[in-house]
């Protein structure tokens, strides 16, 4: 249930992070009846199970080393930490948790499009002059849609989220993990690419400084187009799911 960090060097644990989200199944974890194989026992839950990844951002006029985290099978949410100082890490570092229950700016959107965070994430430089993590929203939302937040690294306000429209309850998906992609050699991402459930391999055109001109590349904002399809039958009927990040 919790995030360590132990020193390369000694292998002696530096700090440890519990996410919010997991905290309400610390109380069974004690239990004698809890992972056991009998009809009448606790059955057992992940909890901090997805992967992290650690990025260099800039901000409040200074460079920072931020890891930001998921929860995977563990519960619907992603969390970032400042560790640029990880053997004084304290409360101060722990810069935002988002999830379907929680957010700084309480958005609404993750409630309705946050699953169990399995994507991986990219910490990035977008055009408006904000590091940011792009996150799919993984699978098992309530809208069952395909969904990409982009984050502010330092505040966790939610910059924008992009609804494919790709999804429903009968139609269950979810979007992947993203690659981000810079064309013209700024260090700045002007398209990022991410598949979903239904086969759907999307890309997001965030090449404007004005994040209100963010959105899927092809279509229009009412009826999003993918760039490709993977089908496993002649007429589409039947979808490959993408579930890895695309190679660019």
């Not at 009809?39 to 057992?44: A, K, L, T």
């Not at 187009?225 to 799911?241: E, G, K, T």
Request: hydrophobic share 35%.
């Amino acid at each position: 249930g919790m995030l360590h960090a132990f020193s390369a060097e000694s292998g002696g644990e530096l700090f440890a992070y519990i996410p919010n989200e997991i905290l309400p199944k610390f109380a069974n974890l004690s239990h004698i009846k809890y992972g056991c194989k009998s009809s009448d026992c606790i059955p057992h839950e992940y909890s901090v199970d997805g992967k992290s990844v650690i990025s260099d951002t800039f901000y409040n006029d200074a460079w920072h080393s931020v890891l930001v985290g998921t929860l995977g099978l563990g519960g619907k949410g992603i969390y970032a930490l400042d560790v640029s100082n990880p053997s004084s890490f304290s409360a101060d570092d722990v810069l935002w948790e988002v999830s379907a229950n929680q957010s700084p700016d309480g958005a609404s959107v993750y409630e309705a499009n946050m699953g169990y965070s399995q994507p991986t994430p990219a910490v990035v430089r977008m055009k408006n002059g904000k590091w940011a993590a792009v996150v799919g929203n993984g699978y098992g939302s309530s809208s069952q849609k395909a969904v990409l937040f982009i984050i502010d690294i330092e505040t966790g306000h939610l910059i924008k989220s992009i609804d494919t429209k790709f999804g429903s309850s009968l139609l269950i998906n979810g979007l992947s993990s993203p690659t981000p992609v810079d064309s013209d050699g700024d260090f700045i991402v002007d398209t990022i690419y991410a598949g979903d459930l239904q086969g759907n391999m999307w890309a997001f055109d965030v090449s404007s400084s004005d994040e209100d001109n963010w959105g899927v590349k092809y279509g229009s904002s009412s009826e999003p187009q993918p760039l490709f399809r993977a089908c496993a039958d002649v007429d589409c009927m039947q979808s490959q799911a993408i579930t890895a990040p695309p190679q660019v």
